[in-house]
């Protein structure tokens, strides 16, 4: 404990377990660049190549599940380090696969790297994070994901731009950056994933996991805490938050940016994700370092507020009767990014890692983050037929009133927790 007093020191171990979103960022956006040329080359129908978008998703969903259990057992560093190996597994299986049968195991074998570090990392953080400085801090991870998120899209910009797709050389090598430039973009996942692999050795096991270790006689104990009625309710109401972020179109963006662009008329349509890319990471920063001033709820209700008259500009881009130039559409939808970033996407880490009680913070944040990713599968799975059945109109405009739940949730029954200490808000929820 007293090691982790040393402020930079303190920032060091953030940054270290933060390592684990880029991570999560790379591997939940590069899919993105790749969809077209694997379901060309596998020859895949629209089940399939669902499947294939959606199957990291599965992975995800196992993850989180066992996550909290493994945390909470092995501890929080061995746990990282179970999610480090996931990733390499993934990138290099995912470069060198034969078949898409084995494509698919090894994408949800990094999704399951995704599920654990996205319980795992912001749990550290928040653990070894003095209470003036736990928000700032968390949101390190956050901004992990959006550099992940751009520099996926940087790479497979690239890669693409690179490649020869004539190219007949049936070298591994050839392949992975001319005609099956896929493997390519997933397997430089494993670059990131090698620097966080090798400092995880370097952080200590979190202090206040190992002062818990030493209460907790077994996982009964935290099913029996987790039914206490405060505890009870601050669960259900993070899962709650969890889930409904993913209805308000943060993931349909990111995910299918390029089909949005495309139908609204853009010819570069990944050049405009690229935007997308550095507009949700340069916001993170300014959200990091505003987040412990402003407040965890000012800070929602002012970018839902943005989030709702970007949604319903952007839906009203899309009606047949209305003729807006491609600049009305990307100076909105750029703002949906920044409204987003600088709130729900920033705060939503930081108050689930810090909202429940030592003992059962693990087991908790697990149930909260399978909400998170159940919302997200259903989003990536729904957003297609959304803008087919919808139209993309009505598609944003169910979007924005989406917001509506979040922001009554946020006022009616989240605490606002900058600069209170882990234990005073478990105080709330126990006398709630």
């Known amino acids: 404990m007293a090691q982790t007093e040393h402020p930079g020191y303190i920032l060091f171990l953030s940054c270290v377990a933060a390592l684990g979103g880029i991570l999560f960022g790379y591997d939940t956006a590069v899919i993105s660049g790749t969809t077209d040329i694997v379901s060309q080359q596998f020859r895949l129908g629209e089940l399939a190549t669902g499947w294939y978008v959606g199957c990291a998703l599965i992975g995800s969903i196992i993850g989180v599940l066992v996550a909290g259990v493994l945390s909470d057992f092995l501890g929080r560093k061995k746990t990282m380090l179970i999610a480090a190996l996931m990733f390499s597994i993934s990138a290099i299986g995912c470069a060198v696969c034969q078949g898409f049968t084995d494509l698919v195991i090894y994408r949800m074998i990094g999704g399951f790297g995704i599920g654990v570090v996205s319980i795992v990392s912001p749990i550290y953080i928040s653990e070894v994070a003095p209470a003036e400085k736990r928000g700032t801090l968390v949101s390190l991870y956050q901004l992990a994901i959006t550099v992940g998120f751009l520099l ?42 090698l620097l966080f692999l090798v400092l995880i050795f370097f952080i200590p096991e979190s202090p206040r996991w190992l002062a818990v270790r030493g209460e907790r006689k077994d996982n009964s104990e935290e099913w029996k805490a987790l039914r206490e009625p405060g505890i009870l309710l601050a669960v259900i109401v993070g899962a709650c938050i ?58 929602v209700w002012w970018g839902v507020g943005g989030m709702i008259l970007c949604l319903l500009m952007i839906g009203i881009y899309f009606l047949p009767a209305i003729h807006l130039p491609t600049g009305f559409m990307l ?10 970033a600088i709130s729900i996407s920033a705060v939503v880490f930081v108050l689930l890692s810090e909202m429940y009680p030592n003992q059962v913070r693990g087991l908790a944040m697990s149930i909260a983050g399978f909400a998170l990713w159940v919302g997200t599968y259903l989003i990536g799975q729904l957003t297609p037929w959304m803008l087919k059945n919808l139209t993309p109109a009505g598609t944003f405009f169910l979007f924005a009133f989406m917001c509506l739940p979040y922001l009554f949730i946020m006022w009616k029954y989240i605490p606002e927790t900058t600069g209170k200490t882990l234990e005073e808000i478990e105080s709330y929820w126990k006398n709630r």
Do not use: H
């Open 331 to 340: 100076v909105f939808f750029l703002l949906y990014v920044f409204c987003t």
């Open 152 to 193: 996926a899209y940087l790479m497979n910009y690239l890669v693409l731009k690179g490649a020869d797709t004539s190219a007949t050389d049936p070298s591994l090598g050839s392949r992975m950056f001319n005609n099956e430039y896929w493997r390519g973009m997933l397997g430089y996942e494993t670059l990131p994933d």
């Open 242 to 299: 969890a889930i409904l972020g993913q209805f308000m179109g943060v993931n349909a963006v990111l995910y299918y940016g390029p089909t949005i662009f495309k139908d609204a008329g853009f010819e570069d349509p990944l050049f405009s994700t690229i935007l997308v890319g550095v507009v949700n990471m340069l916001t993170t920063v300014i959200a990091l370092l505003i987040i412990d001033k402003v407040g965890r709820k000012q800070l």
